[in-house]
C-alpha cells in the first residue's frame, strides 16, 4: 500500500519565480492537506482541498493556490516566490469516510529554497 | 483557536533510560490529539493518536501516552529509549467539526546519547 507520495524532493529557485509542488495521497483517501515547515518551527496549515475544491485555508497569502484533480491528486502553486517561503513543503492525506478518525498521514516533503 | 505548547526544545537522554515528552493544549471541546516523529530531511510519522475512551493510548515503536483532561496534557512516554528514537517530535491537536488542520507544537528535539 503506497503511502503519500511528493515530488520533487528538493527544489532551488530564486526570488520572483514561480514553483509547483505535487502530492499523490495515501490509497484510499480523498482529502489532501498543504502545510509548511520553516526551519525549527512546526508545520503550518495552507488550505486543504476536497472534491477540487479549497475546503479551508489558513493565514496564507493568494500567491499560495492550489489544485485538486479527480483522481485526488493535488497540487501546491506558489508565485512570486520571496525568501521567506524557503522551508519544507509538506503533504498529507486523510479520508472524509473516516471522517470521525480523520487521521491525516503525511508525505516526505518537498525542501524549496529560494535565493 | 486551538493551540499546542511543547514547553521542552530541546531533551537530551541516555540510551536505555526513560523518556517523557510534555504537550499541553488550549482547545475548545474534546480534543484529538496527535503525536508525530520526524527524522532529519523526513516527513512527519504518525506515532499514536487519542480520539476517545482510554486515556492512555498505546502507539509504534514502544511509545505511550496519556491525555489528562483536568490538565489539559497529552505527554509521550517511552520506558527505554533506542538510539533510534533521536529526532523531533511533534504534538498536534485538531481537527475540529468545521475547522480541519492540524495545529502542531513546536517540536522537541530529542538526542540520544550512548
Known amino acids: 500500500d503506497a503511502g503519500v507520495t511528493q515530488s520533487p524532493t528538493h527544489l532551488i529557485k530564486t526570488r520572483g519565480q514561480q514553483v509547483t509542488l505535487r502530492c499523490s495521497p495515501k490509497?484510499?483517501?480523498?482529502?489532501v492537506s498543504w502545510y509548511q515547515q520553516a526551519l525549527g518551527q512546526g508545520p503550518q496549515f495552507i488550505f486543504q482541498?476536497?472534491?477540487?475544491?479549497?475546503?479551508q485555508r489558513g493565514n496564507f497569502p493568494d500567491r499560495f493556490s492550489g489544485h485538486q484533480f479527480p483522481n485526488y491528486s493535488s497540487e501546491l502553486n506558489v508565485n512570486a516566490l520571496l525568501l521567506g517561503d524557503s522551508a519544507l513543503y509538506l503533504c498529507?492525506?486523510?479520508?472524509?469516510?473516516?471522517?470521525?478518525?480523520?487521521?491525516?498521514?503525511f508525505g516526505p516533503g518537498t525542501r524549496l529554497t529560494v535565493l | 483557536a486551538q493551540s499546542v505548547t511543547q514547553p521542552d526544545i530541546h531533551i537530551t537522554v541516555s540510551e536505555g533510560a526513560s523518556l517523557e515528552l510534555r504537550c499541553n493544549y488550549s482547545?475548545?471541546?474534546?480534543?484529538?490529539l496527535f503525536w508525530y516523529v520526524q527524522s532529519p530531511g523526513q516527513g512527519l510519522q504518525l506515532l499514536l493518536k487519542?480520539?476517545?475512551?482510554?486515556?492512555l493510548v498505546q502507539g509504534i515503536k514502544g511509545f505511550e501516552a496519556e491525555f489528562k483532561r483536568s490538565q489539559s496534557s497529552f505527554n509521550l512516554r517511552k520506558p527505554s529509549v533506542h538510539w533510534s528514537d533521536a529526532a523531533e517530535y511533534f504534538c498536534?491537536?485538531?481537527?475540529?467539526?468545521?475547522?480541519?488542520?492540524?495545529?502542531f507544537g513546536a517540536g522537541t528535539t530529542v538526542t540520544v546519547r550512548a
Open positions: 490509497s484510499g483517501h480523498d482529502t
Open positions: 487519542y480520539f476517545s475512551g482510554d486515556t
Open positions: 498536534a491537536v485538531g481537527p475540529l467539526s468545521n475547522d480541519y488542520k492540524l495545529s
Open positions: 482547545y475548545g471541546a474534546t480534543p484529538y
Open positions: 482541498y476536497y472534491e477540487e475544491e479549497e475546503r
Open positions: 498529507a492525506s486523510s479520508s472524509l469516510r473516516d471522517s470521525y478518525t480523520d487521521t491525516q498521514y
